[in-house]
């Protein structure tokens, strides 16, 4: 019954799928694809495709293929165990002070629970899975103590408390609300509210205003803007009765004032502050910028100080000279007046007669033959020096002089200097410290004479005026290096964690690329054109029924089928060159001889072209005869199509 069947199964060998020939056994025949599809279940082309390359390796090449699978699942098991790992450690509190520090480790002893300090004991790490049970079981022994403390004083009042403490508690509980509103602004880290409030009285006269503190502190790299300064203000102003924003005084960590603003309050206005503070941060940097290539970057520290006059003076002056000798003066306007009055004396009875003066006298003429007439006439006598006087005379004479005058009017100029106060810190010119070998290194001051040159390079450098009374203080004293208390950047835990993370993905992504770019792709998607390994060059161009006929030779008639096969194939791989460069000849050929034939045309086309130039210079008036006989067929044309169309209309 085997021999029967015996050749069924060789047919069925014929058809199958690829043999691999560099391997002395052969590989066993594999169902062909129509065999996957007979089951009832229909596998896609491609996923055919890649079972059939699997089944195609040998045993060496799987061997490879399922340690590359095996490593990358065991990376990926460690990666993701060492993630969940129990040893990692999270922030509990970071920025405590000692007193809760101490409080916070004495519970986590009593608790059992193992925590760690950052480098400088800025942070208390516990373990991750612990971070928020942990937070909540201290939360509730009321640990940190250091927070503000708000309204949630007045829940626990315990009985007979008195109303000392209960106003007490109040004020406590509304400091803390405040500090609470102003930590919630990005730029505050953490702050602190004090209230004097005073003790209510019965009398009006005797009330007392309550006032406010504030001391804030800020992110480093913060600062807060005069609209914030001024919005929390008015915060504490308006939280407490009878405050007002004006006895609200705001401090930062460093001591300095940020309200109220003396210099605001005096009437300066933003425009000038600013003006004032750009003018002392120049002459800061121009003293930094000048010594710097003396004292070396980081080693100078300066500070200007301008005192600005901001006043407006205005001033009007009228001064008159002097018109007597030599001076010369001149007459603006001159008036003279000049009166007689004539003057007599009075004589007679006296009565209301001798108040006028008499008449003058009158005697009688008789003689006729003078005048020729008949009767007497009467002559008036010439007035006597016994009857009148000399006239009296009266001259006035205004003379008006013009004066010499100068008006002048002044007015200073806004924004002028009164003085200039610099302050200049000097480090050694060899500070103390450890050199590269880790000997102690004995530090160096500036001589006097550099000292000297220095302060003359500072007063240069602010325009120093010793009318204006400035002043110029170099100091050479060694600078302190602080020591930061936070761990560096890379050893923050945050930063670590992130860190692992990265690497955790990274060394996932790692994994997998170099498996399937080192294994799989080469296994399963082996390049055609590279050169390659014979036996691997040989399944990739025979053909199915080649591979098949090999398969069943033994080594000597398959070396020599394959040396007939590679033979043929370089026949035709030359054919194949032969044709090509025939091709490229004949299409050299075909563009040479178009070539030719374009110039052919080319140069017919301007003979043609030349020769009608020619006609039409010799032959003018053939060529008009000919203009108009196309002109005359063209008119005949038209009118023929117009006599078309009148009838059809």
Known sequence: MSEETQPGLQESERDAAVVNIGSQVAAAPVAPASAFSGGGVALPQSLVGLQNRIKALNAQQRLILSAAVFLVIAV?????????????????????????????????????????FTEGGAAILVPESAVYETRLRLAGQGLPKAGNVGFELLENQKMGTSQFVEQVN????????????ISSLA??????????????????????????????????????????????????GS???????????????????????????????????????????????????????????????????????????????????????????????????EAATPSSTTSGVPGALTNQA???????????????????????????????????????ATINYELDRAIQRIKSEKGQVRRVSAGVVVNYKQPPGVDKEGNPRK????????????????????????????SVSVANIPFKVEVSDEPPFYKQAGVIELSKEFFKFAIILGSLGLMFFGVVRPLLFPPKKDEVMEEQRIEEEFDEKIKAEMAQMDPRAREKRRMEVELLRERQRLAEEEERARAEEDRKRTEEERKRIDEEKKQEYEELLQYAKDFVENNPRAVSAIFKEWLSEDAAKQNAGNAEAAPAA
Do not use: C, W
Request: no cysteine; glycine share 8%; proline share 7%.
């Open 76 to 116: 990926l098991v460690f990666v993701s165990v060492s993630g969940k790992s129990k040893d990692d450690y999270r922030i509990l509190f970071s920025s405590i002070n000692e007193r809760d520090g101490a409080a916070i480790v004495a519970a986590l002893q009593q608790m059992n629970v193992p925590y760690k």
């Open 170 to 181: 109040y004020q406590r509980g509304l400091e803390g609300e405040l500090a609470r509103s």
């Open 187 to 236: 730029q505050v880290k953490s702050a602190r509210v004090m209230l004097a409030i005073p003790k209510q009285t019965a009398f009006m006269r005797e009330q007392e205003k309550p006032t406010a503190s504030v001391i804030v502190t800020m992110h480093p790299g913060r600062f807060l803007d005069p609209q914030q300064v001024a919005a929390i203000t008015n915060l504490v």
């Open 239 to 337: 939280s407490v009765p009878n405050l007002g924003p004006a006895n609200v005084t705001i401090v930062d960590s460093e001591g300095s004032l940020l309200a109220p603003n003396a210099q605001r309050l005096a009437g300066l206005d933003s425009t000038q502050l600013k003006y004032v503070a750009e003018l002392e941060g120049a002459l800061s940097k121009r003293v930094q910028s000048i010594l710097e290539p003396v004292t070396g970057k980081e080693n100078v520290r300066a500070q200007v100080t301008v005192d600005m006059d901001f006043g407006e003076l205005e001033r009007t002056e009228e001064t008159f000279g002097r018109n007597s000798p030599p001076n010369q003066s001149s007459i603006r306007s001159q008036q003279t007046n």
């Open 358 to 396: 008499p008449g003058a006298a009158q005697a009688p003429i008789n003689t006729q033959a003078a005048t020729g007439g008949a009767g007497p006439q009467n002559l008036n006598a010439p007035p006597t020096s016994s009857g009148s006087s000399a006239s009296n005379i009266k001259k006035d």
């Open 443 to 470: 530090p160096i001051p500036y001589n006097a004479k550099e000292l000297d040159q220095i302060n003359n390079l500072v007063r240069d450098a602010v325009g120093f005026s010793e009318k204006r009374g400035d």
